[in-house]
């Protein structure tokens, strides 16, 4: 399990429609665990944590504000998520 896993699976979201369909399709308390899951399917194996590390990593150098919304939106974690933990 990796980081780079993660990462690798979040620009495969960027490049793939049918992926960002079923990360779309992903809401609530369990989002993260199927993001998890997703990327095991195509034999990314990352860690809760992993991924919440990756998307640091790609905010602090490859996403830039408006991508990183939209894609926590997209995968329901969200501003106005209300399972989103607060700060």
Do not use: C, H
Request: hydrophobic share 50%; charged share 30%; aromatic share 4%.
């Amino acid at each position: 399990m990796s980081v780079e896993n993660a990462i690798v699976f979040l620009k495969l979201a960027e490049r793939e429609r049918g992926l960002r369909a079923e990360i779309g399709a992903l809401k609530g308390r369990a989002a993260i665990d199927g993001l998890v899951a997703l990327g095991a399917q195509r034999g990314l194996a990352f860690t809760v944590e992993e991924y919440r590390k990756a998307v640091a990593a790609m905010a602090n150098g490859e996403l830039d504000e408006a991508a990183l919304a939209a894609l926590l939106e997209e995968i329901g974690l969200g501003k106005d998520n209300p399972y989103k933990p607060s700060s």
